[in-house]
């Protein structure tokens, strides 16, 4: 099956600080990536759709210029959230869209730890 | 509002017990929907999926889900639980487009 990777996969960063997280896929090339957040005993969170080579489409009441995705190649989204804050500390997870899958699965990454001090 | 709900925020059950997790949707058309297994700090393991046909999807591990569009319902079962289920297990629709929407999670634990 498709599978998705992180990196890192717990990072630990000093408020004000920015941190970059990605995720790539290793078996497939993926237009259409998916970042999401899950704070503590959540459910998931939609932040955005990145789309390789165009922007990225931002859910509502998320900020795009602290979290700035990027999409440069098809097996490459990254995630940075700038000026990292306590507040930002979350589980990020990404997933990509194989679109050789009849139904445009989305497969999952392992996720990404941030802790902010 | 449109959404997806799981009505149990935690469930406690036997090993070799049987387990029923429910999930609700509330979509104008039927959604495609989907369960997923968490792990603690891990990401999601797809544990089934259903977009036509057949209402009893099949899936790994030893689950299933039984689609009732008449009760906008997508619930997972497992006849006989297994230690190794305790995690938590979220189902999700994906109602148009590529976007998911998850319900709020179950966490299952289980006890000897």
């Known amino acids: 099956g498709a599978v998705v990777s992180q990196h890192p996969s717990r990072v630990i960063c000093k408020s004000g600080t920015s941190v970059k997280i990605e995720c790539r896929s290793l078996d497939f090339q993926a237009t259409t990536m998916f970042w999401y957040r899950q704070f503590p005993k959540q459910s998931l969170m939609l932040m955005a759709t990145s789309n390789e080579g165009s922007k990225a489409t931002y859910e509502q009441g998320v900020e795009k210029d602290k979290f700035l995705i990027n999409h440069a190649s098809l097996t490459l989204s990254t995630l940075t959230v700038t000026s990292a804050h306590p507040e930002d500390s979350s589980f990020y997870i990404c997933s990509a869209r194989d679109p050789r899958d009849t139904y445009n699965e989305q497969f999952f990454g392992p996720g990404t730890r941030l802790t902010v001090l | 509002a449109q959404s997806v709900t799981q009505p149990d925020i935690h469930i406690t059950v036997s090993e070799g017990a049987s387990l029923e997790l429910r999930c609700n949707y509330s979509y104008g058309a039927t959604p495609y929907l989907f369960w997923y297994v968490q792990s603690p700090g891990q990401g999601l393991q797809l544990l089934l999926k259903?977009?036509?046909?057949?209402?009893l999807v099949q899936g790994i591990k030893g689950f299933e889900a039984e689609f009732k569009r008449s009760q906008s319902s997508f619930n997972l079962r497992k006849p006989s639980v297994h230690w190794s289920d305790a995690a938590e297990y979220f189902c999700?629709?994906?109602?148009?487009?590529?976007?998911?929407?998850f319900g709020a999670g179950t966490i299952l634990r289980v006890k000897s």
């Open positions: 999700a629709a994906r109602p148009y487009g590529n976007k998911l929407v």
């Open positions: 259903y977009f036509s046909g057949d209402t």
